[in-house]
């Protein structure tokens, strides 16, 4: 990481919060590091410090891979999420900024131009209930899958219930540029007949309905066509 933000900090314009400034608030906040790296935590995290994009990376225990996720601070919008593999620091370096400038591209995305899509839920069909955690699973790598993309954001159910609720109570408040018509989609998951392995159907109002067949490694191969 020390060579990432090396790299990151000489950039014109990107201001980096120094990790000791970070513990500081945190330990003034009775707040530990290890868990910002859900939605309602990268905002407050983001009013504690007063930055626009919070970054949260750690090596993934047992692999040599990085972790990387990437919030914008205001709403609360997952920019970023993705696994960083490899051991050798300066093409893992490479990497991590190639991730970050990655995120703050979509967050600079002039209005309209970024897609917010919301899983809003994950439906086991027809597989055993013993079965109810790799369906979500299969949900967690098809938002991952959908935020490789350069133009697309991912809002969680929970967090757009949240804004949903602060827009009826200040309605003339306007919409976040990432957030004004967000695509809401649900997974279905269920068996692939006599075949080997399940179906994924992704469906919405907006979404194209796209069938996806899944191997027993429960490897997601669905994307959403918006």
Do not use: Y
Not at 49 to 68: C, P
Not at 114 to 133: E, F, H, Y
Not at 138 to 145: A, D, Q, S, W
Request: charged share 25%; with cysteine; glycine share 8%.
């Amino acid at each position: 990481q020390p060579l990432a933000e090396a790299e990151l900090s000489a950039r014109a314009g990107l201001t980096l919060l120094d990790r000791v400034a970070i513990g500081n608030v945190l330990r003034e906040q009775n707040l530990a590091a290890e868990g910002f790296a859900r939605p309602d935590d990268a905002v407050r995290l983001g009013q504690l410090l007063a930055v626009d994009v919070f970054i949260h990376a750690e090596a993934i225990s047992g692999e040599e891979a990085l972790g990387v996720a990437a919030f914008e601070t205001v709403q609360g919008i997952r920019l970023l999420d993705r696994a960083l593999v490899g051991a050798e620091p300066d093409a893992l370096a490479q990497a991590l900024t190639a991730a970050v400038d990655a995120a703050l591209a979509k967050w600079q995305a002039p209005a309209g131009e970024a897609t917010a899509i919301a899983l809003m839920g994950v439906r086991n069909v027809d597989l055993p209930k013993s079965r109810n955690g790799e369906c979500e699973a299969l949900g967690v790598l098809l938002e991952r899958r959908l935020l490789d993309s350069p133009d697309v954001v991912v809002v969680e159910r929970k967090r757009l219930q949240s804004l949903n609720l602060d827009r009826e109570m200040a309605p003339n408040r306007p919409d976040g540029r990432l957030l004004a018509a967000p695509v809401l989609v649900e997974l279905d998951v269920e068996q692939a007949g006599a075949e080997p392995g399940v179906v994924c159907c992704v469906v919405g109002r907006d979404a194209a309905v796209l069938v996806a067949r899944v191997d027993g490694q429960v490897r997601a191969q669905a994307a959403v066509r918006v």
